[in-house]
Nanobody, 122 residues
Framework: QVQLVESGGGLVQAGGSLRLSCKASGRSRGIGWFRQAPGKEREFVASITWSDISTYYGDSVKGRFTVSRDNAKNTVYLQMNSLKPEDTAVYHC??????????????????WGQGTQVTVSS
């Protein structure tokens, strides 16, 4: 089992930035970020692989969010810029243990962090 510890959430004004961190206890094929807002379904945000640093982004965050990794620290970061109120959600990181399956689908991830709240005010 891979334990994931998230940090970095908080309250920020629209147009501001936050950086989320996801510290993993072990390696996986990749780490994904998902978010869920009240009354909304879980949404794919971004993901990154450990092997070749491939990155994937959801359409709603392309050009604003950047996912990166620090191999030595087993940590994945989600840099969120130009935040909008519609980015408000609970953000989870998740570990994908298999090398097959889409990085866009939450069903392909095996372990999940506890989630961190991101609130963007107008």
């Amino acid at each position: 089992q891979v334990q994931l510890v998230e940090s970095g959430g908080g309250l920020v004004q629209a147009g501001g930035s936050l950086r989320l961190s996801c510290k993993a206890s072990g390696r996986s094929r990749g780490i994904g970020w998902f978010r869920q807002a009240p009354g909304k379904e879980r949404e794919f945000v971004a993901s990154i692989t450990w092997s070749d640093i491939s990155t994937y982004y959801g359409d709603s965050v392309k050009g604003r969010f950047t996912v990166s990794r620090d191999n030595a620290k087993n940590t994945v970061y989600l840099q969120m810029n130009s935040l909008k109120p519609e980015d408000t959600a609970v953000y989870h990181c998740a570990a994908k243990m298999t090398y097959s399956g889409s990085y866009y689908r939450d069903g392909n991830y095996n372990y999940w962090g506890q989630g961190t709240q991101v609130t963007v005010s107008s």
